[in-house]
């Protein structure tokens, strides 16, 4: 288990973690999420002791390490660019933290076997770093954090300098791989795709400080502020009768192509078809902008792709206040989604 206190650090006028306080149970891999600036490697690096804090504190499995050095904290730490020596072989970068420990030959030997089967790279291991492409050199990275048998496992950014497809082959095997070892994991990404597709939490940062805390679901369906809504997806924001706006889901946007009690007209900008689906860009009469998400056979059977116009209307949404402090969640018109 990991436990932050009131966690704040600044640099000269910049204020870049606020009074952060979390619980990450043990066995979890939770992603730390937001934008960029927001706050979320310098709190991964005061966790690894990268960094001190200015004030507060960090547990770890029930012992205060807030000043305790890197080496004391029990953290395997993997960086955004490997950070692999060239000249080492793959078998050799993975034994590197066993031989500054001093580990015995015999056992140092066989955990590097184990980790190079784990990470799918035994047939690898007399390769060096500049043989291996970018995926290979991550799990290389990943191996060495591993074998030091840490009791946290940081990640920052360990995919952002791979290209898209290798990077979603990567999240599914980090997924998998976490499963076999279940060791506590915290990720941070800027990508809500990735956050939501790989974490069992998420916590979602701005400006220094927690915006939301939970399962990936449950931010996703049930934002606690219009920041984390639109941070974790695309959002519609729809005016209704009493003269607010409501914010939802593309798909849960309802489209016809006749108006229906309390729908909007709008007129078709684009209609692109992913996959099963049709994405429509809309734009309501008074200029508002709408995102919808429907079925390709809905599309197909109410010829979407050759309409000018549409009605649309919220299906679920969310309401928040001024202060986008708690949101108000609502199912409004039908219980099924367009």
């Given at each position: 288990?990991?436990?932050?206190?009131?966690?704040?650090?600044?640099?000269?006028?910049?204020?870049?973690?606020?009074?952060?306080?979390?619980?990450?149970?043990?066995?979890?891999?939770?992603?730390l999420?937001?934008?960029?600036g927001?706050?979320?490697?310098?709190?991964?690096?005061?966790?690894?002791?990268?960094?001190?804090?200015?004030?507060?504190?960090?547990?770890?499995?029930?012992?205060d390490?807030?000043?305790?050095p890197?080496?004391?904290?029990?953290?395997?730490?993997?960086?955004?660019?490997?950070?692999?020596?060239?000249?080492?072989?793959?078998?050799?970068?993975?034994a590197?933290?066993?031989?500054?420990?001093?580990?015995?030959?015999?056992?140092?030997?066989?955990?590097?076997?184990?980790?190079?089967d784990?990470?799918?790279?035994?047939?690898?291991?007399?390769?060096?770093?500049?043989?291996?492409?970018?995926?290979?050199?991550?799990?290389v990275?990943?191996?060495?954090?591993?074998?030091?048998e840490?009791?946290?496992?940081?990640?920052?950014?360990?995919?952002?300098?791979?290209?898209?497809?290798?990077?979603?082959?990567?999240?599914?095997?980090?997924?998998?791989?976490?499963?076999?070892?279940?060791?506590?994991?915290?990720?941070?990404?800027?990508?809500?795709?990735?956050?939501?597709?790989?974490?069992?939490?998420?916590?979602?940062?701005?400006?220094?400080?927690?915006?939301?805390?939970?399962?990936?679901?449950?931010l996703?369906?049930?934002?606690?502020?219009?920041?984390?809504?639109?941070f974790?997806?695309?959002?519609?924001?729809?005016?209704?009768?009493?003269?607010?706006?409501?914010?939802?889901?593309?798909?849960?946007?309802?489209?016809?192509?006749?108006?229906?009690?309390?729908?909007?007209?709008?007129?078709?900008?684009?209609?692109?078809?992913?996959?099963?689906?049709?994405?429509?860009?809309?734009?309501?009469?008074?200029?508002?902008?709408?995102?919808?998400?429907?079925?390709?056979?809905?599309?197909?059977?109410?010829?979407?792709?050759?309409?000018?116009?549409?009605?649309?209307?919220?299906?679920?949404?969310?309401?928040?206040?001024?202060?986008?402090?708690a949101?108000?969640?609502?199912?409004?018109?039908?219980?099924?989604?367009?």
């Amino acid at each position: 288990m990991v436990h932050l206190e009131n966690v704040s650090r600044r640099f000269t006028t910049l204020s870049a973690v606020r009074n952060v306080s979390l619980q990450i149970e043990g066995g979890t891999l939770v992603a730390l999420l937001g934008p960029s600036g927001c706050g979320k490697t310098t709190l991964l690096r005061i966790i690894a002791g990268l960094e001190c804090c200015d004030r507060g504190r960090i547990v770890i499995e029930g012992s205060d390490v807030t000043r305790r050095p890197v080496f004391d904290r029990g953290i395997g730490f993997v960086f955004q660019n490997y950070a692999l020596f060239p000249h080492l072989t793959v078998r050799e970068n993975v034994a590197f933290g066993l031989r500054v420990r001093k580990t015995p030959a015999a056992r140092a030997g066989a955990i590097v076997e184990e980790m190079l089967d784990l990470v799918g790279l035994t047939a690898f291991g007399d390769r060096h770093p500049a043989q291996l492409s970018g995926g290979q050199r991550q799990r290389v990275a990943l191996a060495r954090a591993l074998a030091l048998e840490p009791k946290i496992l940081l990640l920052d950014e360990p995919f952002a300098a791979l290209d898209v497809h290798v990077r979603k082959e990567l999240r599914t095997w980090l997924r998998d791989l976490h499963e076999r070892t279940h060791v506590t994991t915290l990720l941070v990404t800027h990508d809500p795709e990735e956050a939501l597709e790989v974490a069992d939490r998420i916590a979602l940062m701005n400006d220094g400080r927690i915006e939301q805390f939970g399962a990936p679901r449950d931010l996703y369906e049930r934002p606690a502020s219009l920041f984390a809504m639109r941070f974790l997806g695309p959002v519609s924001t729809l005016p209704v009768q009493s003269g607010q706006s409501v914010h939802a889901r593309p798909h849960h946007v309802r489209v016809e192509p006749e108006a229906f009690p309390g729908s909007l007209k709008a007129n078709v900008l684009r209609a692109l078809q992913r996959g099963g689906s049709v994405h429509l860009d809309l734009r309501l009469e008074d200029g508002s902008p709408v995102a919808a998400e429907v079925a390709l056979s809905q599309a197909l059977e109410r010829r979407m792709f050759e309409s000018a116009a549409l009605h649309v209307a919220a299906v679920e949404y969310c309401t928040f206040s001024a202060a986008d402090a708690a949101p108000a969640p609502h199912l409004a018109l039908e219980t099924v989604c367009a």
